[in-house]
T-cell receptor
Framework: EAGVAQSPRYKIIEKRQSVAFWCNPI?????LYWYQQILGQGPKLLIQ????????DSQLPKDRFSAERLKGVDSTLKIQPAKLEDSAVYLC???????????FGPGTRLLVL | EDQVTQSPEALRLQEGESSSLNCSYT??????LFWYRQDPGKGPEFLFT???AGEEKEKERLKATLTKKESFLHITAPKPEDSATYLC???????????FGTGTSLTVIP
């Protein structure tokens, strides 16, 4: 069974530029999560989708971050404009409907200069 | 406020030297506690889920246990390939968020 796929794996941008990350969850997993992991910290939830609906986006900085999961499968997370403090690893995870165990992708490492 | 604290922050062991990692938590009701392993440059890899005090799970050299206030990840006779950061996450009974600790960085020296 293929795992969670993410791209790109690395991204370097200047502050105030925009960037987008893509995630394809494990096939059949209804729930998709985006996390931000700053170096030396544990992952922090940004947004959770159930199929194509948002379940929780309370920690998403909505003035600059947006996410969508239009067809209930893959998802895109966007940052516009980026700030220096957005430098982090952005992790995507998925879980089957009704289950709480989350399976993570390899992450996208973002460096904002 | 829900909190998860892991200790120690870093641990260096000789190959074969057994030890334990700690995850203490304060939540208003626990739905589950999860252990993950994270290698450098990779995403967290699921290890165990524990649901109630007294529960134990084992996988190769790892054994996870749970009490009402903390969980331990016991590593028996570790090998260099066990070197990684071990994260615990708490799933409170209410709400959607997992709360992750900051992890324990384990280094096993040959």
């Amino acid at each position: 069974e293929a795992g969670v796929a993410q791209s790109p794996r690395y991204k370097i941008i200047e502050k105030r530029q925009s960037v987008a990350f893509w995630c394809n969850p494990i096939s059949g997993h209804a729930t998709l999560y985006w996390y931000q992991q700053i170096l030396g910290q544990g992952p922090k939830l940004l947004i959770q989708f159930q199929n194509n609906g948002v379940v929780d986006d309370s920690q998403l900085p909505k003035d600059r971050f947006s996410a969508e999961r239009l067809k209930g499968v893959d998802s895109t997370l966007k940052i516009q404009p980026a700030k220096l403090e957005d430098s982090a690893v952005y992790l995507c995870a998925s879980s089957p409907s009704g289950a709480r165990t989350q399976y993570f992708g390899p992450g996208t490492r973002l460096l904002v200069l | 406020e829900d909190q998860v604290t892991q200790s120690p922050e870093a641990l260096r062991l000789q190959e074969g030297e057994s030890s334990s990692l700690n995850c203490s938590y304060t939540v208003s009701g626990l739905r589950g506690l999860f252990w993950y392993r994270q290698d450098p440059g990779k995403g967290p890899e699921f290890l165990f889920t524990l649901y109630s005090a007294g529960e134990e799970k084992e996988k190769e050299r790892l054994k996870a246990t749970l009490t009402k206030k903390e969980s331990f990840l016991h590593i028996t006779a570790p090998k260099p390939e066990d070197s990684a950061t071990y994260l615990c996450a708490v799933d409170p009974a209410t709400g959607n968020q997992f709360y992750f600790g900051t992890g324990t960085s384990l280094t096993v020296i040959p």
